[in-house]
């Protein structure tokens, strides 16, 4: 059962309020919709955790995509979430984690679970999107027939190859099926 109007209408509000800081790059404004910032990034089995590392998670992407945005596509209410469907833009035009920049444009299609408790506490942002889209776009910008271009295409492999090394934070693995959801 959903809450009641007035509560969809306040978690839209916050949600809404939260892209917009985000494009704007307004962290403090951002951070402050959270009690505590908690970000999962299921496509990169990552968790940023606490104010100091969602700042350090928004600097490194406005590193890699300084013009980040995102065109938001539809917003759905669940008992005690607001999911929103959204296209994030942007330029790879820094390191993003052990990729080079390529200077590719990207536009992927994704999904974010904005996820409140008991209290109406914004407590997680769920992000999930398709990780080889998004590769494939910032490969796609570049001519691999070009040899000037080959060296950046193996730094971008072996940056690739780094970062699918990496271990999944068990916060993301370690999941055990709620309660009423169980058949026996």
């Keep these: 059962m959903l809450p009641a ?7 839209q509000k916050l949600v809404l309020d939260h892209f917009r800081d985000e494009v704007d790059q307004d962290w403090d404004a951002t951070l402050a919709t959270f009690p505590h910032p ?17 700042r350090d ?5 406005r590193v890699a995509f300084p013009d980040q945005h995102h065109e938001l596509i539809d917003l759905r209410h669940s008992h005690d979430a607001v999911v929103a469907e959204f296209w994030l833009i942007g330029t790879h035009r820094g390191p993003f984690g052990s990729l080079p920049p390529t200077g590719s444009r990207f536009r992927v299609r994704m999904t974010a679970y904005f996820v409140f408790d ?7 942002e769920r992000i999930y999107f398709d990780s080889l889209t998004l590769l494939k776009q910032l490969l796609g910008g570049i001519d691999r027939r070009k040899p000037r271009n080959w060296p950046l295409l193996l730094r971008f492999a072996r940056g690739a190859l780094r970062m699918s090394g990496e271990a999944p934070d068990p916060r993301l693995l370690e999941t055990t099926e709620p309660a009423h959801l169980r058949t026996t």
């Design 5 to 11: 109007p007035e509560v969809l209408r306040a978690r």
């Design 38 to 54: 908690h970000y999962e990034i299921v496509a990169t089995m990552t968790v940023h955790d606490g104010d100091g590392a969602v």
């Design 57 to 61: 998670y928004y600097r490194a992407t």
């Design 118 to 124: 008991a209290d109406e506490r914004l407590v997680s």
